[in-house]
């Protein structure tokens, strides 16, 4: 077999595979993902670290949840295709003005990182994130990708989802948090390591404050009353 034939029938697949990945995830519950795995070697001499996670249905999960993760993450989240240009634009703009390179992922971006990636950074990972992006914005459609989100974002060391981290710091069910106790996990979010919902520091409390308002103001998708 001549090599770019070899090749080209290696990549078609991998596309048919990763599409056949895409589907499979759309109607099963994602339990375990490659940032889990990396994170179980990261401190597998931490006798203490444990993985708490547990899928639950969208229908589980507060709305108020739901509402905190947009108003916070992804205000735009109802109208994009996967991507926030804008955000985007923005984002390398500022850093070629000489400041720090700050985030613009989507919730859908987020979502492929977390199920299809080890969340390193490098260009390859990017890549692939906004391959997968595509597909389970295509396959998929907004309410499933709200779901995997919730169920697999890691919100504090060795817990996953927001059914964990609800019974974790507030010793309850997703589905009965408050849009105040929703906010405030959502602000911690960004860095779950340093940033604990059962602990805010002062920075939460008033992003917490500032998310709840904003929260009342965003365009959500037509499934959240």
Not at 26 to 37: A, E
Not at 43 to 67: A, G, P, R
Not at 181 to 203: G, Q, R, T, W
């Amino acid at each position: 077999m001549r090599p770019m034939k070899f090749v080209v029938k290696f990549i078609s697949l991998l596309f048919l595979l990763s599409i056949g990945w895409v589907l499979l995830l759309k109607v099963v519950p994602v339990y375990y993902t490659p940032l889990m795995l990396r994170r179980s070697i990261e401190f597998s001499d931490d006798e203490n670290f444990h993985t708490k996670h547990k899928w639950v249905s969208l229908e589980n999960i507060s709305q108020d949840m739901c509402k905190a993760v947009i108003s916070s993450e992804d205000n735009l989240f109802a109208k994009h295709n996967g991507f926030d240009v804008k955000a985007i634009e923005i984002a390398i703009d500022e850093h070629r003005n000489g400041k720090r390179l700050r985030g613009a992922s989507t919730i859908s971006q987020q979502t492929a990182k977390n199920v299809f990636t080890f969340g390193s950074d490098t260009w390859l990972r990017k890549g692939v994130e906004v391959y997968y992006t595509f597909l389970i914005e295509k396959l998929w459609g907004k309410e499933r990708i709200m779901e995997v989100y919730l169920n697999v974002i890691e919100c504090g060391k060795g817990i996953y989802g927001v059914e964990a981290a609800s019974k974790e710091f507030f010793g309850k069910p997703a589905r009965n948090l408050t849009r105040m106790e929703s906010c405030l996990i959502a602000v911690c979010l960004p860095n779950p390591f340093k940033m604990h919902p059962d602990k805010p520091s002062k920075y939460v409390r008033k992003r917490q404050s500032a998310i709840y308002s904003l929260s009342y103001k965003v365009e959500y998708p037509d499934w959240l009353e």
